[in-house]
T-cell receptor
Framework: EAAVTQSPRNKVTVTGGNVTLSCRQT?????MYWYRQDTGHGLRLIHY???????QIGDVPDGYKATRTTQEDFFLLLELASPSQTSLYFC???????????FGEGTRLSVL | GDSVTQTEGPVTVSESESLIINCTYS????????LFWYVRYPGEGLQLLLK?????QKGSSRGFEATYNKETTSFHLQKASVQESDSAVYYC???????????FGHGTILRVHP
């Protein structure tokens, strides 16, 4: 069954903290994405990747790094977390050809 | 840039009433946009409700339907008779065929009362 799994599901950190959000897909998809979802903004694209070792900048990349270590794994890195990064983060994967991206269940991050 | 505008929520309806959630889009950088409706039920992740990749076509799922209207740049979501279990947040999204990137509307909270 196609799946996108995010971990952790919830995370609390302090300002200046170092956070890594993980995403794994078992769909053999080439494309993976990180979005953040905030009230009043819908989902906004942070970074995405075409494949292992590839990274593309999204629409709201400031303060975030990402790394795609394998076709399955895509990580979002917050090296100096700030309260403005408190949000719900979604990972997704797709194999374009008119396919709808498949989303994970989300990671809720709170930066105090 | 590309953008999606949808009905401001929350939208509150009674069970068995009809529903329309408006969605309009602007695709300035995408030659052949795909259109999607995603839904997020309470406590769950984001899941695809329906998609349409060709202008003029209609998509349908779980009693919901939406028609891709290129002339009016709209993709309104409709349902003839809602159920309490339809209570959720609905997101309209514009997709780029080449990259798979999605541009989302801000989401519409739907509350259905029994």
């Amino acid at each position: 069954e196609a799946a996108v799994t995010q971990s952790p599901r919830n995370k609390v950190t302090v300002t200046g903290g170092n956070v890594t959000l993980s995403c794994r897909q078992t769909n053999s998809h080439n494309y993976m994405y990180w979005y953040r979802q905030d009230t009043g903004h819908g989902l906004r694209l942070i970074h995405y990747s075409y494949g292992a070792g590839n990274l593309q900048i999204g629409d709201v990349p400031d303060g975030y790094k990402a790394t795609r270590t394998t076709q399955e794994d895509f990580f979002l890195l917050l090296e100096l977390a700030s309260p403005s990064q408190t949000s719900l983060y979604f990972c997704a994967s797709s194999d374009t050809n008119n396919q709808a991206p498949l989303f994970g269940e989300g990671t809720r991050l709170s930066v105090l | 840039g590309d953008s999606v505008t949808q009905t401001e929520g929350p939208v509150t309806v009674s069970e068995s009433e009809s529903l329309i959630i408006n969605c309009t889009y602007s695709a300035t950088s995408i030659a052949y946009p795909n259109l999607f409706w995603y839904v997020r039920y309470p406590g769950e992740g984001l899941q695809l409700l329906l998609k349409v990749i060709t202008a003029g076509q209609k998509g349908s799922s779980r009693g919901f339907e939406a028609t891709y209207n290129k002339e009016t740049t709209s993709f309104h979501l409709q349902k003839a008779s809602v159920q309490e279990s339809d209570s959720a947040v609905y997101y309209c999204a514009l997709g780029d065929l080449n990259t798979g990137k999605l541009t989302f509307g801000h989401g519409t909270i739907l509350r259905v009362h029994p």
